[in-house]
Structures are given as structure tokens and as C-alpha cells.
């Protein structure tokens, strides 16, 4: 099955700054999603992106399906941004089954 | 409000008791997903379920494990004679109400063994 690459593992920003996010799949990717797992351990949907360029407020999306990769971007970190980012796609096709990368865990600092 | 209610959202138990975690979708949905999270790793996929039917389990998903989803709505997730590595956040989820694909995940039940 898919194998799902994300990095940076870690990241710390001062308020305010920008970062961008990526993830790297071994295979084709499908119904690619990314997640924000807030310190309660609540996974939120922030994009769900099989393709192209998406935007919501400070959060913006692009998924290159064609060359396996997708990249969050956060302008003008604030410290509720802190968390776990996830990306997810499908494992193959023919399956509804979503793998989920390790994270990327985001620290912002006031 | 994510539409998926899970309960209990902590359980403590000894090893070798059996667990049982509950999961109600708010909206009717064809799939259910089942993923279990450890400490410091991304969900890793249980099973899903298309109505009543499972129709994929992982082989994280031992013996000691059993999912059900009796009417297509809500989800049942039993441990058997669970064990300390059985520690872990165990979330559900389901596609939102348009059922474009994307997942909307339960708060999560968190299971301590001792």
C-alpha cells in the first residue's frame, strides 16, 4: 500500500511567521485530506484536496497528484495553529482505506 | 460539531478486562471507519464498515478484536482480555454528508490499560 512521507517532523515559529507544510506518497495519491489535531487530540478537517489549490483564511492547500505531493501552507502563524498536521490519502484503488502520515508537529510561540 | 459522537471518551481498565467503545454518527452514513492512534504516530486504520458490512480489517485487528455495526448506524469497537499495548486513542470516523470522500473524525475514545 501507499506509503505516506511528511515533513518536517517538528517545526517552532514565533507568531507570525509563515510555513509550509509538505507531504511526499509513494503512489498514487487519492482524496487527499489534511488534518489539524488540536492538544485535545481532536482531528480536524482543514482540506480535503485530490488536486489544484484550495484557500481558507490564513490556510491554503495544492496537491500535485501528478508528482505525489501536497503542501499546507500557514501564513501569519497564530498560537492556536499549535498541534499535529496530518495528511491522509486512500491506500490504493478499489479500497476506501486512508493511510495517514506521521505529522508534522507545529509549536508557535507568542 | 463533527457529527460523530464516541463513547466512553476515557476508559481505565485492568489487563485482561474486556473493553467496548461506542460510536453514533449524528446523520446516516454508508461507511464507518475504525482508527487506533498511539503517542506520537498518525491514526492507523481498524476496519470500515459500508452499511453493515465490514469490508476491510487491518492486521493491527487481532482476534481479541471485534467491530460491529448492526444497522448500519451506529459502531460498536470490543476489546477482548485487553493488554497493556492496547493503550491508545481510538477514533472513529465518517465521511461528511455530501459523502465527497473527505473523513470527519469522533473526539475519540482514550483507552488506558494498567
Known amino acids: 500500500g501507499i506509503q505516506v512521507e511528511q515533513s518536517p517532523p517538528d517545526l517552532i515559529l514565533q507568531e507570525g511567521a509563515n510555513s509550509t507544510l509538505r507531504c511526499n506518497f509513494s503512489?498514487?495519491?487519492?482524496?487527499l485530506q489534511w488534518f489539524h489535531q488540536n492538544p485535545w487530540g481532536q482531528l480536524i478537517n482543514l482540506f480535503y484536496?485530490?488536486?489544484g489549490t484550495k484557500q481558507n483564511g490564513r490556510l491554503s492547500a495544492t496537491t500535485v497528484a501528478t508528482e505525489r505531493y501536497s503542501l499546507l501552507y500557514i501564513s501569519s502563524s497564530q498560537t492556536t495553529d499549535s498541534g499535529v498536521y496530518f495528511c491522509a490519502s486512500l491506500s490504493g484503488s478499489g479500497t476506501y482505506k486512508y493511510i495517514f502520515g506521521t505529522g508534522t508537529r507545529l509549536k508557535v510561540l507568542a | 460539531d463533527t457529527g460523530v459522537s464516541q463513547d466512553p471518551r476515557h476508559k481505565i481498565t485492568k489487563r485482561g478486562q474486556n473493553v467496548t467503545f461506542r460510536c453514533d454518527p449524528i446523520?446516516?452514513?454508508?461507511?464507518l471507519y475504525w482508527y487506533r492512534q498511539t503517542l506520537g504516530q498518525g491514526p492507523e486504520f481498524l476496519t470500515y464498515f459500508q452499511n453493515e458490512a465490514q469490508l476491510e480489517k487491518s492486521r493491527l485487528l487481532s482476534d481479541r478484536f471485534s467491530a460491529e455495526r448492526p444497522k448500519g448506524s451506529f459502531s460498536t469497537l470490543e476489546i477482548q482480555r485487553t493488554e497493556q499495548g492496547d493503550s491508545a486513542m481510538y477514533l472513529c470516523?465518517?465521511?461528511?454528508?455530501?459523502?465527497?470522500?473527505?473523513?470527519?473524525f469522533g473526539e475519540g475514545s482514550r483507552l488506558t490499560v494498567l
Open positions: 484536496i485530490p488536486s
Open positions: 446523520s446516516e452514513h454508508n461507511r
Open positions: 503512489d498514487s495519491v487519492n482524496n
Open positions: 470516523a465518517t465521511p461528511g454528508q455530501a459523502n465527497t470522500g473527505e473523513l470527519f
